[in-house]
């Protein structure tokens, strides 16, 4: 699963099965997750409509840490914790939610590729999934060139070459 999340093609040539992997890793985060669940439903008032504010949160998180950054992950999950904490003694407890989503539209709009994140590891995920289009849409384009590589205008660049 490493070989195939650092580098699918070159696992793909030792022989290992790159999509078998990619199921796996979907299995096994997926039986993670239903156990975690599992695990924590007794504890928590659990209802049907409470995974929204969650995902918004993970989703603040990741961005907030940056893509590809499992450290900076964890710090950023403390740091919108304790804001959030702390933004109760400002403003009423209906606002909690609000404070992450204001926080996600502040990052994204600052620095998209988050606050410890580099814009090399957010379009290196992108290349984890294989899509190559996403990855030349992903860049910053001067003129009609690319930056990292050229790319004549009307085409799209894959890792195969460039396409007209």
Not at 85 to 103: C, G, H, R
Not at 111 to 134: E, I, K, N, Y
Request: charged share 10%; hydrophobic share 50%.
């Amino acid at each position: 699963m490493r070989a195939c999340a650092d580098n699918r093609t070159a696992a793909r040539l030792c022989g290992v099965p790159a999509r078998r992997m990619v199921t796996w890793s979907f299995m096994l985060s997926a039986a993670t997750g239903a156990l975690a669940g599992c695990a924590i439903s007794p504890l928590t008032q659990t209802h049907y409509d409470m995974g929204s504010s969650l995902a918004i949160k993970g989703f603040t998180v990741a961005i907030l840490g940056g893509l590809g950054n499992s450290t900076a992950a964890v710090l950023a999950g403390l740091t919108l914790g304790l804001l959030e904490a702390f933004s109760v003694s400002l403003l009423p407890l209906a606002y909690v939610d609000a404070v992450s989503i204001a926080i996600l539209l502040v990052v994204l709009s600052i620095r998209p590729s988050g606050l410890f994140g580099s814009r090399q590891a957010a379009v290196g995920s992108l290349d984890a999934c294989g899509d190559s289009t996403a990855i030349a849409l992903a860049g910053r384009k001067v003129g009609s060139t690319w930056t990292g590589t050229t790319v004549p205008a009307g085409s799209v660049s894959t890792p195969s070459g460039t396409l007209m």
